[in-house]
């Protein structure tokens, strides 16, 4: 079975600082990987994907991950948050070419401060 | 496009009371996903139905139930509430075939249990 995880639950961060999510996950096969975001009131949203090809992907709002294969890993970057940017970030994996169930991380809350 | 859409948003029950909770997913879409938001516990697969077939279930005890009705909408059942299952339920959709197997979420209900 695979499993999904985010080491940090809580992040603080200044407007214009630059952001790093860690998303690390542990499955024997192929995996697509997935990093969503939950606005405060609102509900889960896709940021982006990779299913295969570039290893750097681009999502919405000027957010990009990059898989890491030999390290089983999806980080999620942004150069500079905006306050906007405060939400609840999850990553999520699916074996690829199956319709199955995601799992997630435990998610990371990032506040950004003004 | 209509995304997936959930009824009701908040929910109140007494413990030992029943639930159904409705889910619509997007036009096209012939898999539900159904995940419960615990705090503290992140999100947790529940449910997996596709073509009125139940194709998965997570580690939830048999009071969760649910189903799926052939213009693929989707009820989940739960039996018996004890307080711990107050909660965010999320449904999602996707399509089951074409590669992309990404999961649209709702809005989810609230369920409270006093």
């Known amino acids: 079975a695979q499993s999904v995880s985010q080491h940090n639950h809580h992040v603080i961060l200044s407007e214009a600082a630059s952001l790093e999510l860690g998303c690390n996950y542990s499955y024997g096969g192929t995996v697509n990987l997935f990093w969503y975001v939950q606005y405060p009131g609102q509900h889960l949203q896709l940021l982006l994907k990779y299913f295969s090809g570039d290893p750097l992907v681009k999502g919405i709002k000027g957010f990009e991950a990059e898989f890491i294969k030999s390290k089983f890993s999806f980080n999620l970057r942004k150069p500079s948050v905006q306050w906007s940017d405060t ?3 999850f990553c999520a994996v699916i074996p690829t070419g199956t319709a199955s169930k995601l799992t997630f ?9 003004l | 496009e209509a995304g997936v859409t959930q009824s009701p948003t908040h929910l109140i029950k007494t413990r030992g009371q029943q639930v159904t909770l409705r889910c619509s997913p997007i036009s096209g879409h012939t898999s539900v ?7 503290g516990l992140g999100l947790q697969f529940l449910l997996w139905y596709d073509e009125g077939e139940e194709r998965n279930r997570g580690n939830f005890p048999p009071r969760f139930s649910g189903r799926q009705f052939p213009n693929y909408s989707s ?3 739960v039996n018996a509430l004890e307080l711990e299952d107050s909660a965010l339920y999320l449904c999602a959709s996707s399509l089951k075939s074409g590669g992309s197997y990404e999961q649209y979420f709702g809005p989810g209900t609230r369920l409270t249990v006093t």
């Open chain 2, 33 to 39: 996903y159904w995940y419960q938001q615990a705090l």
């Open chain 2, 75 to 77: 009820e989940l059942n």
């Open chain 1, 105 to 113: 991380g435990t998610g990371t809350r990032l506040q950004v401060t």
């Open chain 1, 87 to 89: 939400a609840e970030y």
